[in-house]
T-cell receptor
């Protein structure tokens, strides 16, 4: 079956702009989580959506937001981009609400560069 | 979430068995132990999960002693393609904080 698909794979934006990233989970998976990965901070949890509702949120400013549609596809939006937002953004899907005891399937990520 | 400690890096050679140990002294009764593998510029990939004793699948084994304060990921007969970062995660369901990835262990396999 198809894996988690993230689009676009690469993106270059200018400071102050906003960006929207997309994630299509594995068919049948209802949970979608987003992570930011940078060399300095490692992998950090942004938020999780389950059945179109944000269930959990990490420690990120309000510029980072997301949503989930009825078909479980999810989008993540970052407004007023800063240089420090340059990172690999990863999406993970799972059958049930995410946790260590639930296998998460990650996409290949979107590499965002802010200039 | 239980804090985990694992070596920052390890080296080995093709064909060897590699064991990566993770310490988690504060593991809770309902916590599971899960390992992920990550290659550069890719998302992490689930390797194995366990609660106690030993778990084995087609790619690895996970050994968990009776006190569950540590766990060891065993990779049999590694190859160059096993060079990656390996993360040990400890926790339970609910996902309140998402998956907490530490620094992981950077495993380098040499010919």
């Amino acid at each position: 079956k198809a894996g988690v698909t993230q689009t676009p794979r690469y993106l270059i934006k200018t400071r102050g702009q906003q960006v929207t990233l997309s994630c299509s989970p594995i068919s049948g998976h209802r949970s979608v989580s987003w992570y930011q990965q940078t060399p300095g901070q490692g992998l950090q949890f942004l938020f999780e959506y389950f059945s179109e509702t944000q269930r959990n949120k990490g420690n990120f400013p309000g510029r980072f937001s997301g949503r989930q549609f009825s078909n479980s596809r999810s989008e993540m939006n970052v407004s007023t981009l800063e240089l420090g937002d340059s990172a690999l953004y990863l999406c993970a899907s799972s059958l049930s609400q995410g946790g260590v005891n639930t296998e998460a399937f990650f996409g290949q990520g979107t590499r965002l560069t802010v200039v | 979430l239980a804090k985990t400690t694992q070596p920052i890096s390890m080296d080995s050679y093709e064909g060897q068995e590699v064991n990566i140990t993770c310490s988690h002294n504060n593991i809770a009764t309902n916590d599971y132990i899960t390992w992920y593998q990550q290659f550069p510029s890719q998302g992490p990939r689930f390797i194995i999960q366990g609660y106690k004793t030993k778990v084995t699948n087609e790619v690895a084994s996970l050994f968990i002693p009776a006190d569950r304060k540590s766990s060891t990921l065993s990779l049999p007969r590694v190859s160059l393609s096993d060079t990656a970062v390996y993360y040990c995660l400890v926790g339970s369901g609910g996902g309140a904080d998402g998956l907490t990835f530490g620094k992981g262990t950077h495993l380098i396999i040499q010919p």
